[in-house]
C-alpha cells in the first residue's frame, strides 16, 4: 500500500525540480533503469511541454487508490497515469484533471496503433522496400483489429469473472506463432473456455459501443503488442541479414520516439485535452 502523506506526495517535484510527478503503474526499477510505463508516459508528457519525473509504482491495485487519494484530497504537482483497460465501459473512471488514462486499454496499445514504422524497420533490416513493408504491416494491423473485435468483446463479458477467461501473466499462451505465417490469436481456445465458465455477464455491453471497439485499441494490451512485435519479427526473418527483434528493446524503441504530437491523430488529441486540463 502507498503510505505517504500527502504533503510529502505534493512537495516530491520540489526535489526533482519539475512541474509533475508522474506515478504510473510497472515494474519498480532501482538505479539509471526506467520501467517501458516511465518511457511512455515520459515521452507523452515531455514532448506537450512538460516537465515531469516519473515514477513506477507497480500494478493498478497499488496505483488506483494513489490516484483517488490526489482526487479527494487535491494534492498538487502530482498526476497519476494508468491503463484504461474496460474502467471506461465498466463506469470506473476517476474523473480528475491530475488522474490520466492511456487513449486505448493500455501503454503498449496507444504504442502500436501508430509508431514511426520504417524507422523501426531500418535498425533491424537493411532494405528498401520499407514502405512496401509498412503498407504490409497495416494490413496486417487493420485485418487484425476486425477479428479482435468478438475477441475483445468475450473478454469484457468475463472479466469480471473470478476465474479469467486467460492467464493475463501469459499473453503468448492466447497467441500462435506459426514461424512461416502471420501470428494470430488462438480464438477456439478462448471459445472454449467460455464454454466451461459458463453464463456470466461482467456488465452490458450496448450494440453501439460494440461496433465502437477497435481491437487493436482495445483489448488487452499486452497480447496485441505481442502480436504486433510477433509479426514485426517473422517479416524480418525474411530479409537477408535481419538483425533479431527482442520484445522489450522493440517497445523501448516504439514508446521512446512516438510522434505525440502529430495534429488529427485521435490518441495524441486524448493526450492533448488531458494535459490541457492542468
Known sequence: MFTRTSLGIGNEHLFHDVDFVVYCEGKVVEGEGSSLDEVFWERVFVENGKAVHCKSMGGK?????????????????????MDRDYDDL????????????????????DVVLDFQFTSALSLFATTNRRQAIRAEFVAFRDSLSQKLRRICALDYKYIGHHERLFNRQ????????PGAHEPFVKASTLLCKA???GHFQTASLPVEAYHAL?????????AVSRLVFHWFAYRTRRINGARKVVYDAFMDLLASTLDVTK????????????IARL
Open 90 to 109: 465498466r463506469n470506473q473512471i476517476i474523473d480528475h484533471p491530475q488522474v490520466f488514462y492511456t487513449y486505448g486499454y493500455s501503454w503498449e496499445s
Open 214 to 222: 477497435c481491437g487493436v485499441r482495445s483489448f488487452f494490451g499486452k
Open 195 to 197: 464454454k466451461t465458465l
Open 263 to 274: 495534429l488529427g491523430v485521435p490518441r495524441n488529441e486524448h493526450y492533448l485535452n488531458a
Open 61 to 81: 491495485s497499488v496505483v488506483r487508490p494513489l490516484a483517488q487519494k490526489v482526487a479527494d484530497e487535491g494534492i498538487t504537482n502530482v498526476v497519476v497515469a
Open 170 to 177: 501469459s499473453p503468448m499462451s492466447i497467441i500462435a506463432t
